[in-house]
């Protein structure tokens, strides 16, 4: 059976047996019984966030193994279960993708090395008492959370609970911060409005902050304007739930920052809120947030992800990206993604600053949809790496004015835009760079389409120079698999596909690199 979509994607469905893999649930994980207890040896599932089991085959999960998630990059969130006591030598070392750990209150031992050489991991709450690390006290050890990363040495804070035993002023070669000490009020300069209190400086020295929810009786419900500008000794700030609003510019140029919560009553995010924090990894938007104003992580070179926590009936987050809860608006990407990017073709419209300045190391390419038909001033610009950008419709407006005029989108670059056959609107230039046609298409019409020297293949066409990644699936809501990657040199390439009888149904598309 065949069906043919627009331009630059081929459907093949292959007929055959249906074959049914195992329920991932149980794949992911590798483990010994000892004793009738249980521990993770291994992990081989697809990453991003992982729960661990509590119980396997009528047993409680009690330790997890020496290396058992070992250069996991694709791993962004664990949960470790409260039946857990240990942590082996390097069970989490080399996972990329981690920007933060919960160590629940049952662990009393931690491995050498065990979060070592995750350069996105910032945060690591602790519920309980101090764990031994290779049975001596964490506060002398300076392995746990060791490590140079790919862009960034791992550095952050660990926080525990009021009450907890066995803490010192490190752990692990982290500094510690406890959740109930509170930093004074003489720290802060604010003003009353309305019986509520608004933070409008830090006059303190302390590097982590833990913000009282009162002060002279009044409840904190905002951090003004600039409140924490340019306040470079800030390591770590501990917002309590009063905090409703985070005005614009709140934490400008706190380049040392690791660490900031966003309270669960949130409910306003300023323009350019956190501008220029270069050491926040991560960031959780609460369900109570329905006011977020431009760019507020714009310049943060370290953000590998920004989650917005189910239920929130205005925003939303899809691997790491923010975007407004229909997924028409792309607010703000990361700016340490790294790569390329293919923007969803849900998006009709491309915030002002949303790339702007993602990490010189964080995006080299980028494809946009057809179903963008307005960009935001400077969305690009100062992306140093960036230098393709491949659109699949017509010319989109900038800021309600000719892409071809403009010349911010893509301001402090040197790159291409290629646009495809058939589309409308292109000049000679758009958002400052040059465009050229790009007309990647899998011929269907040819003699060469079809089973041949039991291989079912193609030919693929394309502008002469112009790399193009041709990829593979069994089914649209699953993984794409990359099958060939390359320039079609000539114009034109064959392609020839011998695995093509080992799945029942078989999706070809191409795209952008």
């Not at 069970?91 to 920007?99: D, V």
């Not at 750990?101 to 931690?110: A, E, F, K, L, M």
């Not at 205005?314 to 997924?327: A, C, I, M, Q, R």
């Not at 309600?400 to 609107?425: P, W």
Request: with cysteine; aromatic share 12%.
């Amino acid at each position: 059976m065949k069906s043919k979509r627009r331009r630059s994607l081929l459907q093949i469905c292959l007929l055959g047996a249906a074959l049914f893999l195992p329920l991932l649930s149980k794949a992911q994980f590798t483990f010994t019984t000892n004793n009738g207890a249980i521990t993770i040896t291994g992990y081989t599932g697809p990453g991003g966030g992982v729960t661990i089991p509590s119980t396997t085959n009528g047993y409680a999960v009690t330790a997890i193994g020496n290396n058992a998630f070992l250069n996991k990059p694709n791993l962004t969130s664990v949960t470790i279960p409260a039946s857990v006591t240990n942590i082996g030598m390097t069970a989490f070392k080399g996972c990329s993708g981690l920007t933060s750990v919960t160590i629940p209150g049952s662990v009393t031992r931690i491995g050498l090395g065990a979060f070592g050489y995750c350069p996105f991991l910032s945060t690591a709450y602790f519920q309980g008492d101090a764990p031994t690390v290779n049975g001596k006290a964490g506060s002398t050890d300076n392995t746990v959370f060791y490590g140079p990363g790919s862009f960034y040495v791992e550095s952050g804070v660990v926080y525990y609970s009021p009450g907890a035993n066995g803490w010192g002023a490190t752990f692990g070669s982290w500094p510690t911060v406890c959740t109930g000490s509170n930093s004074p009020a003489s720290a802060f300069s604010f003003i009353t409005n309305n019986d509520d209190i608004t933070i409008t400086g830090y006059l303190g020295t302390n590097p982590d902050v833990v913000m009282p929810d009162t002060i002279n009786g009044y409840p904190v419900t905002t951090i003004g304007n600039r409140a924490f500008y340019n306040k470079s000794v800030l390591r770590s700030v501990l917002l309590p739930n009063s905090v409703t609003v985070i005005e614009n510019y709140a934490f400008q140029n706190c380049n040392q920052l690791l660490s900031v919560n966003l309270p669960d009553n949130l409910t306003r995010i300023g323009t350019n809120a956190f501008i220029d924090c270069l050491g926040i990894t991560w960031v959780t938007i609460p369900n109570t947030v329905t006011n977020i104003g431009s760019a507020p992580f714009y310049l943060c070179y370290a953000l590998l992800r920004i989650s917005v926590a189910s239920g929130n009936p205005k925003y939303s987050s899809l691997e790491g990206v923010l975007f407004d809860n229909t997924f028409s608006t792309l607010i703000q990407f990361p700016g340490a993604f790294s790569d390329s990017y293919t923007i969803p073709s849900s998006v009709s419209s491309i915030g002002t600053d949303a790339f702007f300045s993602s990490n010189p190391a964080g995006l080299k390419s980028v494809t946009i949809p057809d179903s963008v038909t307005n960009i935001g001033t400077y969305a690009f610009a100062n992306c140093t790496s960036l230098n393709h950008a491949y659109f699949q419709g017509n010319a989109p407006s900038v800021n309600g004015g000719a892409g071809s005029a403009d010349t911010t989108i893509f301001a402090g670059e040197s790159g291409t835009a290629y646009y495809l056959a058939g589309t409308t609107g292109w000049g000679g230039t758009f958002g400052s760079w040059p465009t050229v046609l790009w007309n990647p298409q899998i011929q269907q019409s040819d003699g060469n389409f079809g089973v041949s020297g039991n291989a079912f293949g193609f030919n693929l066409t394309g502008t002469p120079n112009i790399p193009v990644v041709l990829e593979a699936c069994t089914n649209f809501g699953g993984v794409w698999t990359p099958l060939f990657t390359g320039n079609v040199s000539n114009g034109s390439i064959y392609f020839s596909d011998q695995q093509w009888t080992n799945f029942p149904r078989r999706f070809y598309r191409v795209r952008s690199p």
